[in-house]
């Protein structure tokens, strides 16, 4: 049962959480004209890794906001969670960082 | 006729009131115990030697232990609803009335015909199935065998009682409240922080409670007593007794079981703990292992600890006459108490060649013969152990000692289960011959006996420090708390012996429950099943209900002999949750469970829809199917619902409809990349059909925009999809285009919905009083006007799922019932009748207007619906676009959606067949069509829009019928009615 | 006594069980193969023996890192069903419905199939035309199917929940009488031994660390915690770690990775007569012979390599069995355990050549691997030996997901078995 350090509501139970996917994935474009090939690299493949994985999660029965978590697969342990937004601070004691 | 309960004036019995008598029924005898008594130790007292059979073998058994750690005495506790199959006849504690039964004899467990398999008992060694029962099938054999294996029987009633919930935080969880914990828990609550402190048992104590040791110059009990209510003064913490710590999981998340005895009417009768600690100290405590020589199973073979645990806890003397076998000081510590009692001790059996003056001082000066470097070969008896033989290790001196009871200590085992579970690792340790707990994965620390001190000095020391570490690491400091004074007695000093030397394997019995020897632990190692995974299911070890408390580091060192390795090479099994059995009831407790599991959704409207005498299913929302006049059946009703929307009027209550406002300067852009339409460019006033598609193409849901005013749009998902989709745009928007000026707000609650459909739909909107301009040519098809409507403030939305002129009203919820009585009255002069879903489907499924999800599946893409030209025609990206282009998107034989016409009705669910009678399509919703009177249907199928007019085959459940390809709009193809 | 039988057993009662031969032997690892195939479980041990069986590739080694059948063949829920909706899904898991039903007699080990039926319930009148539709296409495709009445359900679990009032009322099921279960260890245990005779090296505790490769990038051989050994074919069946073995390839595929739990009572005496699952609420129930409750459900939600499992999950999958069986509420559960299942987007398999030339895949079965072992085994074997896909395997290429072509189960089956 993992506890989940949300930057906006604190340490709350796995149970109010929604997994969503790994954090990094970039989403070709029309204009990117990929091929069918690296457009199924980016809807299927994936690193899978036994270990840190950089991953989305919702505060579905919380904040509804999305977050972006660092955490390890094997041990379960969180090393780090991060608010999943790029545009506008809203609170400024809360880092920003998308995309590190 | 040997176990008997003490006299009150040599022994009172600790944790029983001799003044209540209770009166219970085991196996239909009747007998009486005292209140504190357990069922095993009212049997012992009651000289019941033969209280169980075992697994495979059906032997006989009597009581072994005192806890959890129990293995033969395995009970059926009550009958009929409460019953409840395979307890401990150890942890259950007596009450007056209580009946139980042997589990897996008959007729009884003192006389059990089981008992013949033990004939072919050679035949039968550890695997033996996987060796035969294969001519000429499993089959022939395997529903004996089901019918011999399983204990006890399952309730085959509902369970009348309740189980419920408690979540907490702490700072601190001790579990176990022996003396380890209790110091560990009064330290760490002096300190102020907020403590746990759970325990198994009735009382706090843990060891103390039946040791008679002594603690700070009183009795062990008494110290727990007070160290108790020192520790529950302190309001941050807590003591819950009756609770089992069953499962560590990740993130210091820890269950619990407490058992609320005397639970009646709606009280609980078990409470699960979910408790969130900070730091978690486990003081729980060890278990005793037995000896492994042939005929150990014999009932009055009993653990040493056990021994000690009846005569000080329950004033029982198990037997009459005890030889006491040992590896250790254990020993000489239940000698010393039956000895007091008045029991004769024949001899100790020690396997230690140089047993310490003192002891063997102590024994001499009561006459006990010692017995060293010696082991039990051989335990005889038929129903109940008689006599033992005797060796001296290396050969020699041999005899035989009668007795009625066989102590027996191996060694004690730290109760590791919970570290082991919390991911902590576990290391072999020669000299106390066990498996102690070293590194933590998480914030936990062992102490006491579960760490391997088996001295009560050490249980004390460690308790406090580990009290004081916990504070410290959390930033509770202050002074320490001072350990008492102890009585102390050492049980390190022990010999590793894992099975008897010389012994008879095959009846040395390792695995009591699952009748598992020593001889098929060998046989399992001979065949290469050296792995102790392999050995646990190879053998069933530690399979049966005990969970192996007593029979798995046996086995392991049994093992590492086997093949040379040292048990830590060996390894441990893994230790899986729960601790001891957890009912299913406790363990869902907090589960939304019968009427709640998914809470029924109620439209605004509702009590109207059952005043009009409708019939409601579930929709996701609870909705009215169809309004059944006296006779007619769900069909008839329907139809007739449907005919009168096409021919005057018909009125459906909406409400469930998805409602989702999009506000924003870039409102329309979010749009534009949600729908595979453009919805930038729509017009105030004006309405746009879209479809959304998932990354992979895939159609996940239809509806309509509608621009409400600049950078304002409200959108319509379908009622059943509604949430989903929400947080499918709510993650688009946070995740992916989070620059976008835009915020999504979910009013479908909001607003009740209320639909008029038909020809006189727009005389019905007149009459009510309406002051928004209803004519076609002011108010069109995929239009939407604000307004009044019989005084009502309202958003009219010129929609239609039926082909009808159909008017969608919008009012605040509350209103919905009164407009739709209005909407009633005055309705009544153009023939309004309210109409179902089951009439909607009907009206929908003619029309050829699709359900997202019944008419297409997870791989219909825009194409196969016709929706391809759209596609082209947009400049801009949307979701799901690019896989549209993929291989198998651009092919010719892809799944298209189609009507079917027949003469028969069809069926949803029949598959439309090729010439080689496969499956080339399937149809997805039919009926009758209430406007074109004939019945039709919609259906997927292969290059479908290639075949129209094509006779096909269609398949159901074995029979074949035909129809027709037709384009899957049936009804008013032109729209005329629509836009009429 | 190498064979095994009922006169074996009594003579070997006859001399105290003593002369009972090693299952499967313990060779050192040889500095070459043919054939390498990493993954002792059900799937490795299974294409061994087909390479040595059908196709006569005998100088074969299993490489497996803990013990033969310790991943996902010993801890799963034992189910073995076919009713599966699309015909190239039908036609690989009867495959392996019918080599399991020769299977004892096959590798003279019994792996006790009971074919008590399996049981989907039907809850909604949408899952009621679903379960329609899909019973037809099976039939079709020659899977035994039936759609059944609640009366029937009455009669084959009367301890079922079959109230009208219920939340979520059971309208009708889908029954494969042919489904059931297989005591699952005894597959890889059978499947080791039939390969060990034939002459399969099956070396445990073993981890594979690296693949070795020529200029063209070929496999050359496969480093291992025991030394390097040389082989121009490796075939992979991992399961859950498949990823992991992947990434020491240098490639990545369309799988994640989650737990899967399962759990089972205490053993009580027969009471569930077939394998019962709900889509309504995604948890099964079946009984062993041994009277435990076996118990499975949904996957965890999150990715994980733990096998452990979540409580939350653990708890709602309770709650969904007792929606079914309310009186089993008082019955207790005994053991609790969670494997790692790789689970591709569209719950299929992949079988098949890998980017890397020489290494051949056998992964993604997701939580339905188990009821697919022989005819996974039977289909990297065919590969290994011949190069090319058996019929079978065909549509579940690793290029399916760059052409689209998905084989969606997720939207047949909608739960893990």
């Given at each position: 049962?993992?506890?989940?350090?949300?930057?906006?509501?604190?340490?709350?139970?796995?149970?109010?959480?929604?997994?969503?996917?790994?954090?990094?994935?970039?989403?070709?474009?029309?204009?990117?004209?990929?091929?069918?090939?690296?457009?199924?690299?980016?809807?299927?493949?994936?690193?899978?890794?036994?270990?840190?994985?950089?991953?989305?999660?919702?505060?579905?029965?919380?904040?509804?906001?999305?977050?972006?978590?660092?955490?390890?697969?094997?041990?379960?342990?969180?090393?780090?969670?991060?608010?999943?937004?790029?545009?506008?601070?809203?609170?400024?004691?809360?880092?920003?960082?998308?995309?590190? | 006729?040997?176990?008997?309960?003490?006299?009150?004036?040599?022994?009172?019995?600790?944790?029983?009131?001799?003044?209540?008598?209770?009166?219970?029924?085991?196996?239909?005898?009747?007998?009486?115990?005292?209140?504190?008594?357990?069922?095993?130790?009212?049997?012992?007292?009651?000289?019941?030697?033969?209280?169980?059979?075992?697994?495979?073998?059906?032997?006989?058994?009597?009581?072994?232990?005192?806890?959890?750690?129990?293995?033969?005495?395995?009970?059926?506790?009550?009958?009929?609803?409460?019953?409840?199959?395979?307890?401990?006849?150890?942890?259950?504690?007596?009450?007056?009335?209580?009946?139980?039964?042997?589990?897996?004899?008959?007729?009884?467990?003192?006389?059990?015909?089981?008992?013949?398999?033990?004939?072919?008992?050679?035949?039968?060694?550890?695997?033996?199935?996987?060796?035969?029962?294969?001519?000429?099938?499993?089959?022939?054999?395997?529903?004996?065998?089901?019918?011999?294996?399983?204990?006890?029987?399952?309730?085959?009633?509902?369970?009348?009682?309740?189980?419920?919930?408690?979540?907490?935080?702490?700072?601190?969880?001790?579990?176990?409240?022996?003396?380890?914990?209790?110091?560990?828990?009064?330290?760490?609550?002096?300190?102020?922080?907020?403590?746990?402190?759970?325990?198994?048992?009735?009382?706090?104590?843990?060891?103390?409670?039946?040791?008679?040791?002594?603690?700070?110059?009183?009795?062990?009990?008494?110290?727990?007593?007070?160290?108790?209510?020192?520790?529950?003064?302190?309001?941050?913490?807590?003591?819950?007794?009756?609770?089992?710590?069953?499962?560590?999981?990740?993130?210091?998340?820890?269950?619990?079981?407490?058992?609320?005895?005397?639970?009646?009417?709606?009280?609980?009768?078990?409470?699960?703990?979910?408790?969130?600690?900070?730091?978690?100290?486990?003081?729980?405590?060890?278990?005793?292992?037995?000896?492994?020589?042939?005929?150990?199973?014999?009932?009055?073979?009993?653990?040493?600890?056990?021994?000690?645990?009846?005569?000080?806890?329950?004033?029982?003397?198990?037997?009459?006459?005890?030889?006491?076998?040992?590896?250790?000081?254990?020993?000489?510590?239940?000698?010393?108490?039956?000895?007091?009692?008045?029991?004769?001790?024949?001899?100790?059996?020690?396997?230690?060649?140089?047993?310490?003056?003192?002891?063997?001082?102590?024994?001499?000066?009561?006459?006990?013969?010692?017995?060293?470097?010696?082991?039990?070969?051989?335990?005889?008896?038929?129903?109940?152990?008689?006599?033992?033989?005797?060796?001296?290790?290396?050969?020699?001196?041999?005899?035989?000692?009668?007795?009625?009871?066989?102590?027996?200590?191996?060694?004690?085992?730290?109760?590791?289960?919970?570290?082991?579970?919390?991911?902590?690792?576990?290391?072999?340790?020669?000299?106390?011959?066990?498996?102690?707990?070293?590194?933590?994965?998480?914030?936990?620390?062992?102490?006491?006996?579960?760490?391997?001190?088996?001295?009560?000095?050490?249980?004390?020391?460690?308790?406090?420090?580990?009290?004081?570490?916990?504070?410290?690491?959390?930033?509770?400091?202050?002074?320490?708390?001072?350990?008492?004074?102890?009585?102390?007695?050492?049980?390190?000093?022990?010999?590793?012996?894992?099975?008897?030397?010389?012994?008879?394997?095959?009846?040395?019995?390792?695995?009591?429950?699952?009748?598992?020897?020593?001889?098929?632990?060998?046989?399992?190692?001979?065949?290469?099943?050296?792995?102790?995974?392999?050995?646990?299911?190879?053998?069933?070890?530690?399979?049966?209900?005990?969970?192996?408390?007593?029979?798995?580091?046996?086995?392991?060192?049994?093992?590492?002999?086997?093949?040379?390795?040292?048990?830590?090479?060996?390894?441990?099994?893994?230790?899986?949750?729960?601790?001891?059995?957890?009912?299913?009831?406790?363990?869902?407790?907090?589960?939304?469970?019968?009427?709640?599991?998914?809470?029924?959704?109620?439209?605004?409207?509702?009590?109207?829809?059952?005043?009009?005498?409708?019939?409601?299913?579930?929709?996701?929302?609870?909705?009215?199917?169809?309004?059944?006049?006296?006779?007619?059946?769900?069909?008839?009703?329907?139809?007739?619902?449907?005919?009168?929307?096409?021919?005057?009027?018909?009125?459906?209550?909406?409400?469930?409809?998805?409602?989702?406002?999009?506000?924003?300067?870039?409102?329309?852009?979010?749009?534009?990349?949600?729908?595979?339409?453009?919805?930038?460019?729509?017009?105030?006033?004006?309405?746009?059909?879209?479809?959304?598609?998932?990354?992979?193409?895939?159609?996940?849901?239809?509806?309509?925009?509608?621009?409400?005013?600049?950078?304002?749009?409200?959108?319509?998902?379908?009622?059943?999809?509604?949430?989903?989709?929400?947080?499918?745009?709510?993650?688009?928007?946070?995740?992916?285009?989070?620059?976008?000026?835009?915020?999504i707000q979910n009013v479908t609650h909001c607003w009740g919905a209320i639909t008029l459909a038909g020809p006189n739909a727009r005389a019905v909107l007149t009459a009510l009083g309406c002051d928004i301009p209803l004519k076609n040519d002011q108010f069109p098809h995929m239009r939407w006007r604000m307004g009044t409507l019989s005084g009502f403030d309202v958003r009219i939305f010129r929609v239609s799922f039926s082909g009808e002129v159909s008017f969608e009203i919008n009012i605040p919820s509350n209103h919905t019932v009164e407009l739709l009585s209005r909407i009633e009255v005055e309705g009544k002069a153009y023939g309004l009748a309210p109409y179902g879903i089951e009439a909607l489907d009907m009206l929908r499924i003619e029309k050829g207007y699709l359900l997202i999800g019944t008419d297409t599946d997870s791989s219909t893409i825009p194409q196969d619906i016709g929706f391809g030209r759209a596609i082209n025609k947009k400049a801009s990206d949307f979701i799901?676009?690019?896989?549209?282009?993929?291989?198998?998107?651009?092919?010719?034989?892809?799944?298209?959606?189609?009507?079917?016409?027949?003469?028969?009705?069809?069926?949803?669910?029949?598959?439309?067949?090729?010439?080689?009678?496969?499956?080339?399509?399937?149809?997805?919703?039919?009926?009758?069509?209430?406007?074109?009177?004939?019945?039709?249907?919609?259906?997927?199928?292969?290059?479908?829009?290639?075949?129209?007019?094509?006779?096909?085959?269609?398949?159901?459940?074995?029979?074949?019928?035909?129809?027709?390809?037709?384009?899957?709009?049936?009804?008013?193809?032109?729209?005329?009615?629509?836009?009429? | 006594?190498?064979?095994?039988?009922?006169?074996?057993?009594?003579?070997?009662?006859?001399?105290?069980?003593?002369?009972?031969?090693?299952?499967?032997?313990?060779?050192?690892?040889?500095?070459?193969?043919?054939?390498?195939?990493?993954?002792?479980?059900?799937?490795?041990?299974?294409?061994?023996?087909?390479?040595?069986?059908?196709?006569?590739?005998?100088?074969?080694?299993?490489?497996?890192?803990?013990?033969?059948?310790?991943?996902?063949?010993?801890?799963?829920?034992?189910?073995?069903?076919?009713?599966?909706?699309?015909?190239?899904?039908?036609?690989?898991?009867?495959?392996?419905?019918?080599?399991?039903?020769?299977?004892?007699?096959?590798?003279?080990?019994?792996?006790?199939?009971?074919?008590?039926g399996e049981l989907t319930l039907a809850q909604s009148p949408e899952a009621v035309e679903i379960q329609q539709r899909q019973v037809n296409a099976m039939r079709l495709n020659n899977i035994d199917a039936e759609y059944i009445t609640v009366a029937q359900l009455a009669q084959l679990e009367p301890l079922l929940n079959l109230s009208p009032n219920s939340r979520f009322p059971v309208l009708g099921g889908t029954l494969q009488r042919r489904g059931g279960t297989v005591r699952h260890d005894a597959v890889a245990w059978g499947y080791a031994r039939a390969a060990d005779r034939l002459g399969v090296d099956i070396i445990q505790n073993c981890e594979v660390t690296g693949f070795k490769r020529n200029s063209l990038g070929a496999i050359e051989g496969v480093e291992t915690t025991k030394g390097t050994v040389l082989t121009s074919k490796v075939g992979m069946a991992v399961a859950g770690h498949s990823s992991v073995l992947a990434a020491r390839a240098g490639f990545r595929?369309?799988?994640?990775?989650?737990?899967?739990?399962?759990?089972?009572?205490?053993?009580?005496?027969?009471?569930?007569?077939?394998?019962?699952?709900?889509?309504?609420?995604?948890?099964?129930?079946?009984?062993?012979?041994?009277?435990?409750?076996?118990?499975?459900?949904?996957?965890?939600?999150?990715?994980?390599?733990?096998?452990?499992?979540?409580?939350?999950?653990?708890?709602?999958?309770?709650?969904?069995?007792?929606?079914?069986?309310?009186?089993?509420?008082?019955?207790?559960?005994?053991?609790?355990?969670?494997?790692?299942?790789?689970?591709?987007?569209?719950?299929?398999?992949?079988?098949?050549?890998?980017?890397?030339?020489?290494?051949?895949?056998?992964?993604?079965?997701?939580?339905?691997?188990?009821?697919?072992?022989?005819?996974?085994?039977?289909?990297?074997?065919?590969?290994?030996?011949?190069?090319?896909?058996?019929?079978?395997?065909?549509?579940?290429?690793?290029?399916?997901?760059?052409?689209?072509?998905?084989?969606?189960?997720?939207?047949?089956?909608?739960?893990?078995?």
């Open positions: 049962m993992h506890y989940i350090d949300c930057p906006w509501c604190g340490l709350r139970d796995e149970s109010e959480f929604s997994y969503g996917g790994p954090a990094d994935l970039i989403r070709p474009t029309l204009a990117d004209d990929v091929s069918d090939q690296e457009w199924a690299d980016y809807l299927f493949t994936r690193d899978n890794p036994c270990g840190e994985h950089h991953e989305r999660w919702v505060h579905t029965f919380g904040c509804g906001q999305w977050l972006r978590l660092v955490r390890d697969t094997l041990s379960h342990k969180i090393l780090r969670v991060d608010v999943l937004r790029k545009k506008q601070n809203i609170f400024p004691n809360i880092t920003d960082e998308r995309g590190i | 006729m040997t176990g008997y309960r003490l006299d009150s004036t040599i022994n009172m019995g600790s944790l029983i009131d001799r003044r209540k008598s209770l009166s219970f029924t085991f196996n239909g005898t009747r007998y009486k115990g005292y209140e504190g008594d357990s069922l095993a130790s009212a049997l012992l007292a009651e000289g019941v030697m033969v209280a169980g059979r075992s697994f495979k073998y059906h032997r006989p058994r009597g009581v072994f232990a005192a806890d959890s750690q129990e293995t033969n005495v395995i009970v059926q506790l009550e009958t009929g609803a409460i019953t409840e199959p395979n307890l401990k006849a150890t942890q259950i504690e007596l009450y007056e009335g209580l009946v139980a039964r042997s589990v897996n004899c008959w007729p009884s467990a003192r006389f059990d015909l089981g008992a013949l398999i033990g004939l072919i008992k050679a035949f039968m060694p550890a695997g033996f199935y996987y060796k035969t029962f294969m001519w000429p099938s499993w089959h022939l054999f395997e529903s004996t065998i089901r019918r011999a294996a399983g204990l006890g029987l399952s309730p085959i009633q509902p369970d009348p009682d309740r189980y419920m919930v408690q979540h907490a935080t702490c700072d601190l969880l001790v579990v176990g409240a022996g003396p380890a914990g209790l110091m560990a828990a009064d330290q760490a609550s002096a300190l102020g922080m907020r403590v746990i402190l759970a325990d198994d048992k009735k009382q706090s104590g843990g060891s103390l409670l039946w040791n008679g040791q002594e603690v700070g110059g009183e009795k062990g009990q008494v110290w727990a007593k007070n160290k108790a209510q020192t520790i529950k003064k302190n309001l941050l913490s807590q003591i819950l007794n009756r609770t089992t710590v069953v499962g560590y999981y990740d993130h210091n998340f820890l269950l619990a079981i407490e058992y609320l005895p005397n639970a009646t009417g709606h009280s609980p009768r078990q409470k699960l703990w979910k408790i969130r600690a900070g730091h978690v100290i486990l003081a729980t405590g060890s278990f005793e292992r037995p000896l492994v020589y042939a005929g150990n199973d014999l009932p009055g073979t009993m653990l040493n600890s056990a021994i000690i645990h009846y005569v000080n806890a329950y004033g029982v003397a198990p037997g009459e006459c005890a030889v006491i076998f040992t590896t250790n000081n254990t020993g000489y510590e239940t000698a010393r108490v039956l000895t007091a009692m008045g029991v004769t001790v024949r001899a100790i059996i020690d396997t230690r060649a140089a047993v310490t003056c003192e002891k063997q001082a102590w024994a001499n000066e009561q006459g006990i013969i010692i017995y060293p470097h010696t082991v039990i070969k051989t335990a005889k008896g038929g129903k109940a152990v008689r006599s033992v033989q005797i060796e001296q290790i290396g050969g020699g001196k041999c005899l035989t000692l009668e007795c009625d009871l066989v102590g027996l200590s191996g060694g004690w085992n730290p109760a590791v289960h919970l570290f082991s579970q919390s991911g902590g690792k576990l290391e072999f340790d020669d000299r106390l011959a066990t498996f102690i707990p070293t590194t933590s994965a998480q914030d936990v620390t062992s102490v006491g006996s579960a760490k391997g001190a088996f001295d009560l000095g050490t249980c004390l020391l460690q308790g406090r420090d580990a009290g004081l570490a916990a504070a410290a690491s959390r930033g509770f400091v202050g002074e320490s708390t001072e350990v008492p004074e102890f009585e102390q007695w050492d049980k390190t000093d022990q010999d590793m012996m894992w099975t008897v030397p010389e012994t008879s394997l095959s009846s040395a019995f390792v695995d009591f429950q699952s009748d598992v020897t020593a001889a098929d632990i060998g046989l399992a190692a001979r065949e290469g099943f050296v792995s102790v995974e392999h050995l646990k299911r190879y053998t069933t070890l530690g399979m049966g209900v005990d969970q192996g408390k007593s029979s798995n580091i046996n086995a392991i060192g049994i093992m590492g002999d086997l093949t040379n390795r040292t048990p830590e090479k060996v390894g441990t099994t893994k230790f899986r949750p729960p601790f001891t059995p957890v009912t299913m009831g406790a363990m869902a407790a907090s589960r939304p469970q019968g009427e709640l599991l998914r809470p029924r959704k109620y439209m605004p409207g509702h009590n109207w829809h059952i005043s009009k005498g409708a019939h409601m299913l579930d929709y996701g929302w609870q909705r009215p199917s169809h309004y059944p006049i006296a006779g007619e059946t769900m069909q008839q009703a329907a139809l007739r619902e449907a005919k009168n929307v096409r021919n005057a009027v018909g009125v459906l209550e909406s409400s469930p409809l998805g409602k989702f406002e999009v506000m924003g300067a870039d409102a329309g852009k979010f749009l534009d990349h949600i729908y595979v339409g453009t919805m930038s460019n729509l017009k105030v006033g004006s309405i746009r059909y879209g479809l959304m598609l998932n990354e992979h193409g895939t159609i996940i849901d239809d509806g309509v925009v509608a621009k409400l005013s600049d950078g304002h749009f409200l959108l319509n998902v379908s009622s059943g999809h509604a949430d989903r989709i929400m947080d499918w745009l709510e993650e688009w928007r946070q995740c992916e285009w989070p620059d976008l000026d835009v915020v799901g676009r690019r896989s549209l282009k993929r291989e198998t998107a651009l092919s010719d034989d892809r799944y298209h959606l189609v009507g079917l016409m027949s003469d028969q009705m069809m069926q949803s669910g029949s598959h439309i067949l090729d010439q080689n009678k496969k499956s080339r399509g399937f149809i997805t919703s039919a009926c009758f069509g209430a406007g074109v009177l004939r019945p039709i249907a919609l259906a997927l199928l292969r290059a479908g829009h290639d075949r129209m007019g094509e006779k096909v085959t269609l398949y159901t459940q074995g029979t074949e019928s035909a129809a027709t390809v037709c384009q899957a709009v049936h009804f008013d193809p032109d729209g005329e009615k629509l836009n009429d | 006594m190498s064979k095994y039988s009922i006169f074996s057993l009594v003579k070997g009662a006859a001399d105290g069980h003593m002369k009972w031969p090693l299952m499967w032997r313990a060779p050192d690892l040889k500095p070459k193969y043919d054939v390498v195939i990493i993954g002792g479980g059900g799937h490795g041990l299974a294409t061994a023996y087909y390479l040595a069986k059908v196709y006569g590739i005998r100088n074969v080694a299993v490489i497996e890192k803990g013990w033969i059948g310790g991943g996902n063949t010993g801890r799963n829920t034992t189910i073995v069903r076919s009713n599966y909706y699309y015909p190239e899904s039908a036609a690989i898991y009867d495959f392996s419905l019918r080599l399991y039903e020769g299977l004892s007699q096959d590798l003279n080990f019994n792996i006790m199939l009971s074919q008590r595929l369309p799988v994640s990775s989650f737990a899967l739990q399962a759990m089972v009572t205490e053993p009580v005496k027969p009471t569930v007569n077939t394998v019962v699952s709900s889509l309504m609420t995604g948890v099964y129930i079946s009984q062993s012979d041994k009277g435990e409750l076996v118990i499975g459900g949904m996957l965890d939600r999150f990715p994980s390599y733990g096998q452990r499992g979540s409580f939350a999950t653990t708890e709602a999958v309770l709650a969904g069995i007792l929606e079914m069986f309310p009186c089993f509420s008082r019955l207790r559960i005994m053991r609790q355990w969670a494997g790692i299942v790789d689970y591709t987007h569209d719950s299929s398999p992949i079988i098949g050549p890998s980017p890397v030339p020489g290494l051949y895949l056998n992964c993604g079965w997701g939580g339905g691997g188990f009821k697919a072992i022989p005819a996974g085994g039977y289909c990297l074997a065919h590969i290994l030996a011949t190069g090319v896909s058996h019929a079978f395997a065909e549509p579940f290429s690793l290029d399916r997901f760059r052409t689209g072509a998905l084989i969606d189960e997720a939207a047949a089956a909608g739960i893990e078995h």
